[in-house]
């Protein structure tokens, strides 16, 4: 089918490793207040349907869906969470369009990370508990797993890996939004702590809190603005078994199948040729050289000649996380889609036409199977 | 027709028959209360109740928000409102948040204050009123008024209100 | 005869439906559960998890079965592994919305066959699943104050019988009848045969909530199948179409709501009679099961759905014209207050009912009128979210 689903506003607080000053509702509302006037939409008027992505527990509020309308301009309106990513939250607002009945949908996501004491005991929780709480403490342990699979399979250098954590909050040194930039060389990377080896401390991106606020509408409404919006050329989400054990680390599955739905729906045949920029998962170092091989976005080169070639960097054929990924922009629970979702329509904007075509891509986290892709495109 | 499910009993869960592992989650949060919130926190702390306008609107907000619910503006006037208002709906508690028993009812009502807009209440106990006032229906639409905890005891908290009471009316 | 409803791009049918039992306490994890409704629905359906092209879950709070990100948890029981999964959620609404969710799936022409399944495990919990709901209010107004669930509901009804000057033993009805109903249900966890003075009697927990008014604490999974046009042609000869979605989230400051008239509801029906093209719902309805987690609800929720005029509930509930052979048969299957409530499941059995009402195949629970149009509604969040479908055949 074809998709006629526009980005026609959106709008991001700064991202922060901590917030104390302001509550997740006066964060929402900043990000919304800016998505709509992007948009040029006034909510209580124009907005259809509002969806949030949020879990219970990174909230701290159990069905915290009671908490969002006010501050979306979205009271009285239909309003519904979506559990996990906000790429999540974009992939149902695309089929609410589509259905002809919407013509505005906005997507919200935040995280107040720093509200949780121990966010490890929330990850934890997450976890199978017949089997995996008992013998798991900290959730990078699947990390660890996944990355040593990952490298040795693909026979993928420590220095490749490390220079993604050096590109990236170099990156982001660019990005006003973004709170992790420095100036890093893969041996601080390579000689930061061992947390889960092969997994280091410095390949796992801080958190942050933030809020953003997508606004999509249908062709109709990009008419009547006449407005130049990006669209959504395609958009995949697949879950793979809730059962970690049963995941091929080096490539999962539900990652590629993802790929496929979106490039299918966007009619790529060819990724690397067809993708000019990727904003996908770096929230482990490793990921990001596994979400390109997995998407097929290496066109050929090994992963190692990918990085020492230069092909992901800012001036390379295929920048990946220019305005800083994860690692950079810090990782902001469920907000991270739409985290990457910002930065590629702001990529877009700023290349004056030349960016084409652009990736971006998110996982949940452990144990969570799941991965979402979107593809934007003029 | 047969469903599928296996139903047990407590007892069964109770007698050991029912295999199961326990867990205790440790979820702990340090929730920031924010711009709007901090302020009617403080203003309680000092035995006043503080609401917000939006002055395109008009609404007076309590508790107040940085943002209008309805208009979408941002609120910018800080209003006091009186700590007396209307009893617009009135329960009597006999069980616990945890739903065990109470030893003694509880009287809770929503109560619009004098000073809001119409219709904007806050969640709070009731003292000195009998249940029987309650279950006749007699407490609602009744003016009450808060009776605070001594200044020294407050602590920036709803709780710095022990409880509305009835203001005698001639 | 049913029209052909032309604001849709593509119409979507309801092919399949199943359920498990619902109990206190069930020796299922919510992985077994779901995966058994997911089956059963598929059966009836005549279909396998091969057909399928995506799954769409529903659960209330994780915190019931303690488990983080519980829909990531469930992809694989509720059948979406390598699939296009997620998992929606408006709290208490949420069974009802699930379908809501899977109408979109197939209605935008992205998918044909969707998997629809909602679960809720709340047995888990100790020392009893109502501590959860602690966890529900606002950390700043209302958690230091002791709040529990029952005292806003509570708060709602003595509200609405104030404003209306409803009396009791009218609300008792509600409760009477459905536990009744559900007598004939198979799923049924609390049904029984008691009187007025039964509900009058029973332990009061939140004047004027006694134990009678409220559905139970439960576990149980449900699940229905959707498909497009062509693909319901192919499989049945009786698809059910769903005709109109809707739904309507109010402010989350509940004490600065109307509590007698629930706002969200009229908003959430007003969308969808609009895509139904029903302009007189009490007169073009003809079978509904609204939520009734509470008996209160139950008629604030007619009223709210204009099947009633405001106060005109409990009348229209005292004359006879709800019970299963009356002019506007109000929860055939015994609702949550008679077939149990595990909620997410528990909105969703509604859908299903619905379902089974309009291709009759209720059984001893078949309306005594002819049904072509009924609705499904479920309601939750802080007393605040309406969500509404419409089915027909």
Redesign the interface.
């Known amino acids: 089918m074809s998709s006629d689903v526009y980005i026609i506003g959106i709008g991001a607080t700064k991202f922060s490793p901590s917030t104390p000053e302001f509550s997740f509702k006066e964060l929402m509302y900043e990000a919304a207040v800016k998505a709509y006037n992007d948009a040029g939409i006034d909510p209580r008027k124009d907005l259809d349907v509002m969806v949030t992505a949020a879990e219970d527990y990174w909230e701290g509020i159990s069905i915290f869906d009671e908490y969002v309308p006010d501050q979306l301009g979205a009271v009285l309106k239909p309003v519904f969470t979506v559990s996990g990513d906000g790429l999540w939250g974009v992939a149902h607002a695309h089929m609410l369009i589509n259905t002809g009945q919407f013509d505005v949908v906005a997507v919200e996501a935040h995280s107040k990370a720093s509200d949780i004491v121990d966010i490890q005991s929330i990850w934890r929780m997450a976890l199978d508990p017949y089997i995996h709480r008992p013998l798991v403490d900290n959730v990078h342990v699947f990390a660890g797993l996944e990355m040593n699979i990952f490298m040795e399979s693909l026979d993928v250098d420590r220095d490749a890996v490390s220079l993604v954590v050096s590109k990236n909050m170099g990156n982001a040194l660019g990005n006003p939004l973004a709170p992790y930039g420095a100036d890093v060389d893969p041996d601080m990377v390579n000689e930061s702590e061992v947390v889960s080896y092969p997994l280091r401390s410095m390949d796992i991106s801080k958190y942050s809190d933030g809020a953003v606020v997508a606004v999509l509408a249908s062709r109709k409404v990009v008419e009547d603005l006449g407005v130049d919006a990006p669209r959504i050329l395609g958009i995949g989400w697949v879950s793979g078994s809730s059962y970690i054990e049963e995941w091929d680390f080096a490539a999962p599955e539900f990652v590629w199948r993802a790929g496929q739905l979106a490039y299918s729906m966007a009619n790529i045949n060819d990724p690397y040729d067809s993708i000019d920029v990727a904003f996908i998962d770096d929230r482990y170092s490793f990921r990001e050289l596994q979400s390109i091989y997995t998407l097929g976005l290496d066109n050929g080169y090994s992963l190692n000649e990918l990085v020492y070639n230069g092909v992901t960097y800012p001036d390379g054929d295929l920048p990946v996380n220019p305005f800083g990924g994860y690692l950079g922009c810090g990782y902001p629970l469920v907000a991270g889609g739409l985290q990457k979702l910002y930065n590629a329509v702001m990529y877009m904007r700023s290349g004056g036409g030349d960016v084409e075509t652009a990736l971006v891509m998110t996982r949940m986290e452990y144990p969570s199977p799941s991965a979402a892709v979107a593809i934007l495109g003029w | 027709?047969?469903?599928?499910?296996?139903?047990?009993?407590?007892e069964d869960?109770k007698a050991g028959k029912?295999p199961y592992?326990e867990?205790k989650?440790?979820?702990?949060?340090?929730?920031?209360?924010?711009?709007?919130?901090s302020r009617f926190?403080e203003e309680l702390r000092k035995g006043k109740i503080i609401g917000i306008k939006c002055i395109h609107c008009g609404r007076v907000?309590v508790?107040p928000?940085?943002?209008c619910?309805?208009?979408?503006k941002p609120t910018s006037k800080w209003v006091y409102v009186k700590d007396t208002g209307i009893v617009?709906?009135?329960?009597?508690?006999?069980?616990?948040?945890?739903?065990g028993r109470m030893d003694k009812p509880l009287v809770?009502?929503?109560i619009e204050l004098d000073g809001a807009s119409p219709?904007?209440?806050?969640?709070?106990?009731l003292g000195n009123v009998d249940?029987e006032d309650?279950?006749s229906?007699k407490i609602?639409g009744k003016r009450v008024r808060a009776v605070w905890k001594p200044e020294e005891e407050r602590t920036g908290?709803?709780?710095d209100i022990l409880y509305f009471e009835p203001v005698e009316e001639d | 005869m049913a029209r052909m409803n032309i604001n849709f791009k593509n119409r979507v049918a309801v092919i399949g439906a199943g359920l498990t039992l619902f109990r206190r306490r069930m020796y299922e994890t919510s992985r077994e559960l779901a995966w058994e409704a997911a089956k059963q629905a598929l059966d009836s359906a005549g279909l396998t998890l091969n057909d399928i092209d995506a799954v769409v879950f529903g659960s209330a709070p994780d915190a019931f079965d303690g488990i983080h990100m519980q829909g990531e948890h469930m992809t694989d029981a509720a059948g979406g592994y390598m699939k296009p999964y997620t998992r929606v959620y408006v709290g208490g609404g949420t069974g009802v919305f699930t379908a809501i969710a899977g109408w979109w799936h197939v209605a935008s022409g992205l998918f044909d066959r969707v998997l629809v399944v909602a679960e809720e495990k709340m047995s888990p919990v100790r020392p009893h699943p109502q501590f959860v709901f602690h966890h529900i209010f606002d950390p700043v107004m209302d958690k230091p104050l002791g709040v529990n669930l029952i005292w806003i509901f509570a708060l709602e009804m003595a509200r609405y019988m104030y404003k209306y000057n409803i009396k009791k033993e009218d609300i008792a009805l509600v409760s009477v009848k459905n536990k009744r109903n559900a007598l004939d249900h198979p799923a049924a966890q609390v049904a029984a045969e008691i009187t007025v003075d039964d509900v009058l009697n029973s332990e009061t927990l939140v004047w004027p909530v006694q134990r009678l008014d409220i559905s139970p604490v439960s576990d149980g999974a449900a699940a229905i199948v959707l498909c497009n046009e062509e693909y319901a042609k192919q499989y049945t000869d009786t698809p059910v179409w769903i005709e109109g979605v809707g739904w309507s989230l109010d402010t989350t400051y509940w004490t600065n709501r109307d509590l007698a008239f629930p706002k969200y509801l009229y908003y959430a029906g007003k969308m969808a009679y609009k895509m139904a093209g029903i302009d007189n719902p009490r007169k073009e309805i003809d079978v509904a099961e609204v939520y009734d987690p509470f008996d209160y609800k139950e008629l604030h929720h007619m009223e709210g759905l204009q099947l009633a005029r405001k106060g005109e509930a409990p009348i229209l509930t005292r004359e006879g014209v709800t019970q299963r052979d009356g002019d506007l048969p109000i929860n055939p299957s015994g609702g949550l207050l008679g077939v149990g409530n595990p909620i997410a499941a528990a909105g969703l059995m509604k859908v299903a009912e619905i379902f089974w009402q309009l291709r009759k195949e209720a059984g001893k629970r078949q309306v005594a009128k002819d049904p072509v149009t009924g609705l499904a509604q479920a309601w939750g969040d802080l007393m605040q979210i309406g969500t509404v479908v419409i089915m027909r055949v």
Do not use: E, W
Not at chain 2, 25 to 37: E, L, N, T
Not at chain 2, 69 to 72: D, K, R, T
Not at chain 2, 88 to 99: G, K, P
Not at chain 2, 119 to 125: D, P, R, S, T, V
């Open positions: 027709m047969k469903l599928p499910g296996t139903p047990y009993k407590n869960f029912i592992v867990d989650p440790d979820a702990r949060y340090q929730f920031s209360v924010g711009i709007a919130m926190l907000y508790p928000r940085t943002f619910s309805y208009c979408f617009n709906t009135a329960v009597v508690s006999y069980i616990a948040a945890d739903r809770v009502a929503v219709g904007m209440g806050i969640l709070h106990k249940p309650v279950t229906r609602f908290s709803i709780t």
